[in-house]
Nanobody, 125 residues
Framework: QVQLVESGGGLVQAGGSLRLSCAAS????????MGWFRQAPGKEREFVAG???????YYAESVKGRFTISRDNAKNTVSLQMNSLKPEDAALYFC???????????????????WGQGTQVTVSS
């Protein structure tokens, strides 16, 4: 069982930056695929970024070049550095984990086993 707790959300002006963090419990964290999804009001949850245990990364086209996902296996954390934020990036951001590391590039919600409760990101224009 893995529990995920996100933090770091908040209000930022367009063009600004935020860094989200996700703290994970569980001994097998280092072997898990980790990812970030987001869901805006009235929209479906969508994939943002994923990272494998080898630190291979994969990004949604909409955030490529602006967001960076990273992990610290010693601290059981995964982070999402978000730069050049746009109003359309505003959403509830969720941390996700899968015991199958190869799923780090899967954009399908069903590929991810564990979910956090989410942290809100608001971007003002």
């Amino acid at each position: 069982q893995v529990q995920l707790v996100e933090s770091g959300g908040g209000l930022v002006q367009a063009g600004g930056s935020l860094r989200l963090s996700c703290a994970a419990s569980g001994r097998a964290f280092s072997s898990y695929a980790m990812g970030w999804f987001r869901q805006a009001p009235g929209k479906e949850r969508e994939f943002v970024a994923g990272i494998s245990w080898r630190r291979n990364t994969y990004y949604a086209e909409s955030v490529k070049g602006r967001f960076t996902i990273s992990r610290d296996n010693a601290k059981n954390t995964v982070s999402l550095q978000m730069n050049s934020l746009k109003p359309e990036d505003a959403a509830l951001y969720f941390c996700a984990a899968s015991p199958e590391s190869g799923r780090y590039s899967s954009t399908a919600i069903g590929s991810w086993t564990y979910w956090g409760q989410g942290t809100q990101v608001t971007v003002s224009s």
